[in-house]
């Protein structure tokens, strides 16, 4: 059973940075497109960033691009998201997802997700 596991959330002030991890296993990360969803309490889940299969295409949302980068190590099966100049409005749970098919990944249906981990950015 395929299975995401997510760490590296925590509580940082204001302009702090964190990196995010989600390993998988029971799957490979080059088999998957992956990307990182957010939830803030009383909000819908959001895209934040994805990246194919092979690691060279990526995308980041608008609203955090220049602050966060998605990347993936294929030979760690490991998705990072490195969080730079973090904001109070960057609070919430970080999801991790895989999908076959990216246009499933980025509809907010994936294949798998991961349990999620919380970000809690402080004024």
């Known amino acids: 059973q395929v299975q995401l596991v997510e760490s590296g959330g925590g509580s940082v002030q204001a302009g702090g940075s964190l990196r995010l991890s989600c390993v998988a296993s029971?799957?490979?990360?080059?088999?998957?497109?992956m990307g990182w969803f957010r939830q803030a309490p009383g909000k819908e889940r959001e895209g934040v960033a994805f990246i194919n299969r092979d690691g060279a295409t990526s995308y980041v949302d608008s609203v955090v691009k220049g602050r966060f980068t998605i990347s993936k190590d294929n030979a760690r099966n490991t998705l990072y998201l490195q969080l730079n100049n973090l904001k109070p409005e960057d609070t919430a749970k970080y999801y991790c997802?895989?999908?076959?098919?990216?246009?499933?990944?980025?509809?907010?249906?994936?294949?798998?997700w991961g349990q999620g981990t919380q970000v809690t950015v402080s004024s």
């Open positions: 997802a895989s999908s076959i098919l990216l246009s499933q990944l980025q509809s907010g249906t994936p294949d798998h």
């Open positions: 029971e799957m490979r990360t080059d088999d998957f497109h």
